[in-house]
């Protein structure tokens, strides 16, 4: 349960990485001269534009490094668990007794 709950967070960071490249905010912004060649208003635009894919890129990055940090975390979970199991299956019964 604990292993699904944590996989399914990193495929849902995954998806949303994914719907943000589809998105591509970036290019609703205009480019060109905005039909005022020169203006400032132009480069404010270019600059605009510029902080939205930097932005973009950003919270990709950072959903892509968080999705996979996700799956390496369910992945050792099943391991440590695997091997918890498999310590405890080796064990004589009885009571455990201090060394």
């Known amino acids: 349960m604990v292993i699904d709950n944590i996989r399914s967070t990193g495929q849902a960071a995954a998806h949303v990485a994914e719907g943000l490249r589809g998105a591509d905010c970036a290019a609703t912004v205009p480019t060109g001269d905005l039909g005022m060649p020169g203006s400032r208003a132009a480069l404010t635009m270019a600059q605009v534009k510029h902080a939205l894919v ?11 490094t968080h999705a996979g940090n996700m799956a390496q975390a369910a992945d050792r979970y099943v391991r440590q668990e695997s091997a918890a199991a498999a310590d405890l299956t080796t064990r004589a ?7």
């Open 54 to 64: 930097q932005r973009e890129t950003g919270f990709e990055a950072r959903l892509d």
């Open 93 to 99: 019964s009885g009571p455990v007794k201090a060394t």
